[in-house]
């Protein structure tokens, strides 16, 4: 489907590193200035080896990134601005619901911030559907 038409590894590799750096910044913008006060009132709900999973936690983001361009490579036909929107959009939402909401009913955490990190999360998923759509070759239909 997508991946065969049109497919360009050095593309892949830039969309994926690129999704990667924009990822690692807009979490470090969301949790670490925009919801820092609402995160520190969870502290003692994390590990107190916490940062001792940095490394782990970044390899997750890569590979997160890479599996979404991966599947907006396969699945996307017509890639554009719209269609890279919505990918995201919908992709966001889905792990809002598997991620964000299943914490939510598994752990004591105040729902105002769960629902802040899903909207986040949302938003994140969505800019790097238009991300993806800007840097992956086009096919018919345009931007």
Known sequence: MGLLNGFRPARFVATVLA?????????????????????????????PDFSSYLGL???A???????????????VEKKSFRTGLLFGFCTGLLLA????????VLYPLP????????????GEFSLMGLLAA?????HSGGR
């Open 19 to 47: 999704c990667f750096a924009f990822s690692l910044l807009y979490n470090a913008l969301v949790h670490l200035i925009i919801l820092d006060e609402a995160n520190a009132a969870i502290a003692p709900l994390r590990r």
């Open 57 to 59: 936690s970044i390899a």
């Open 61 to 75: 983001t890569f590979l997160v990134c890479a599996l979404f361009v991966f599947i907006y490579l396969c699945l």
């Open 97 to 104: 619901v598997v991620v964000d909401i299943n914490a939510y």
């Open 111 to 122: 729902f105002s911030l769960v629902w802040k990190w899903a909207v986040f999360g949302v």
């Open 134 to 138: 800007w840097i992956l070759p086009r």
